[in-house]
């Protein structure tokens, strides 16, 4: 489904974010992608979207070479993806409810879908009751909820999470990888990078660790090793 070939990112002589990283990822697979900070995971996923491209190598989503990719086509693509943020990037003049609707509206939807379908999202992440509440009316633990929501609505093939778990405490931690759990057994493909070994070793899923840029380890049932 996802496939780096041998690629590198080079910023500079000596900012070398990426070398020589070669992996695929099968569907409905859940792959966690761990490392210090530097280590290259952000700039591992911004290749994968296409916001940043490869100093050499290629990565394909399916069949597409991402960086080939015509730009008039690359939000189409890219919606087959959704993305899960530390700092959630929430609209804060917008309701939970509005903020999911808005991707959809994003995307083309109708209303009646969208009428449809956020509810059940909201449902799903357990959080029909705040529906209409603002981003400042909620805790860190709902509004990374709600971006989930707002990730999955539009039925992505993958999902997207970049140290998702940042901000919050450890209850809270594991209400997100409890559902990032669930939306992977619902068939949806997870990639979740992180630095929380807790979380890591409590998975027991597919990890590849980055030190410095290279892939250094991918276990099929891996542990966070410092």
Known sequence: MIYFDRVSKIYSPTSVALEEVSFSIEPQEFLSIVGQSGAGKSTLLKLLLAEEKPSSGKVFFESLDMHRVRNSDLPKVRRRMGVIFQDYKLLPTKTAYENIAFAMEAAGKIEEEIQQDVPQVLELVGLMDKAWHFPSELSGGELQRVAIARAIVNRPDVIIADEPTGNLDPINTWEIINLLEKI???????????????????????????????????????????
Do not use: W
């Open 184 to 226: 992977n057994e619902l068939g949806t493909t997870v990639i979740l990078a992180t630095h929380d070994k807790d979380v890591i070793n409590s998975l027991k899923r597919r990890v590849i660790t980055l030190e410095n840029g290279r892939m250094v380890r991918d276990e099929k049932r891996g542990r966070y090793v410092l």
